[in-house]
């Protein structure tokens, strides 16, 4: 671990004694914007309140619940997976993940991620590293899907995936692709596509993609295959779409500039929960699964002012907030 390194997770314990507890309603921290959360029939209740539980110097990337009511998270910089209690409490839940940047567990409890190895620039100490990227299996046991496209290629710096439930995963690089439990990696969408969260429906025949400003949906056959691209529902104007989550009436929730916007299971527009910091990842958890997780880019610094980092260092501090919701999140997966 580099010395610098060493500081900024210091600080971050600082940071924590400072900031635990806070909520929008009291005065907004450094970084933070105003929000009005607007009613959202069976989804969020007018007014409702976020609040911090967590912040570090590091990412919090591709959030899932566990079946105890936390939620773990991939750090690539620290090359570890985090816990977090209910309480806001963390832990290392596992370590030594080669540059985990997004997790997903299936319905039998594997634990699926995207290494990223040494493609963060903050990984100062790997510099010359040429490792290729890949998509495994963790845990109970470790097993590699993919380290290249079939033509031999590098999977490239891959976002966010989500486990297909049969060993395999989808996942996305550039474009939107489906590895088996057999290895085989097969293209989703890699034209016209510029993705980066990836979900399925309740029942696992329907996939989606973010695309920007939009979210697209491709049909899933019992074999991983896709076809049928359609455009499902659109950001209201927003851009960046990043990660989603599903709650149990199907409903879909994705991360964007302003906020995390919730379309239906149709692909109707329903509406935006505007957050304190623009928002890459989502999920429900919580002891009845009715609270939302948000990791957010940005943090307070010792100073009380907002973090920066020197030029040609990418900030990749994050603040989780939590939110309570009028719907659970769907029962019949992790995420």
């Known amino acids: 671990m580099t010395a610098i390194r060493k500081l900024k997770l210091v600080s971050a314990c600082l940071l924590l004694l400072c900031v635990a507890g806070h909520i929008s309603a009291q005065p907004l921290l450094a970084g933070e914007r105003a929000t009005t959360i607007n009613a959202i029939d069976g989804v969020v209740a007018a007014g409702s309140q976020w609040s911090l539980l967590w912040a570090d110097f590091v990412s ?3 959030i ?3 079946t105890d009511g936390g939620v773990l998270f991939a750090q690539e910089q620290t090359d570890k997976i985090i816990k977090l209690n209910t309480d806001g ?3 290392t839940y596992l370590e030594n993940t080669n540059g985990a940047g997004s997790i997903s567990i299936d319905t039998q409890g594997r634990l699926f991620s995207v290494q990223r190895t040494c493609t963060e620039p903050f990984n100062d100490e790997l510099a010359g590293c040429n490792e290729l990227t890949r998509v495994v299996q963790l845990l109970p046991e ?8 079939a033509n031999g290629a590098s999977l490239g710096r891959i976002n966010d995936l989500i486990a297909d439930n049969s060993g395999g995963a989808f996942f996305t690089s550039g474009g939107a692709f489906h590895v088996s439990a057999s290895g085989v990696v097969s293209v989703v969408a890699n034209q016209d596509i510029s993705s980066n969260g990836i979900m399925l429906n309740r029942s696992g025949d329907v996939l989606y993609v973010t695309n920007a400003t939009e979210v697209l949906a491709f049909d899933v056959a019992r074999d991983g295959s896709t076809a049928n691209r359609r ?3 659109s950001l209201n104007g927003d851009n960046g779409g990043d990660g989603m989550a599903i709650d149990a009436e199907g409903r879909l929730y994705i991360t ?3 906020g995390v916007h919730v379309l239906s299971e149709q692909g109707n527009y329903l ?4 957050t304190p910091r623009r928002p890459i990842t989502l999920a429900f ?3 009845d699964k009715n609270i939302l997780y948000v990791p957010q880019m940005g943090v307070v610094g010792p100073d009380g002012k907002a973090w920066t980092t020197p030029e040609g260092i990418r900030n990749i501090a994050m603040t989780i907030y939590t939110i309570p919701m009028l719907t659970p999140g769907f029962a019949g997966r992790q995420k």
């Open 142 to 149: 470790f097993r590699l899907l993919a380290n290249s496209f």
């Open 256 to 258: 964007a500039a302003l």
């Open 285 to 287: 958890s919580g002891p």
């Open 89 to 91: 409490q963390q832990f």
């Open 64 to 66: 899932t619940a566990t």
């Open 271 to 274: 509406g935006l929960i505007p």
């Open 60 to 62: 919090a990337d591709g």
């Open 231 to 233: 455009v499902f529902g």
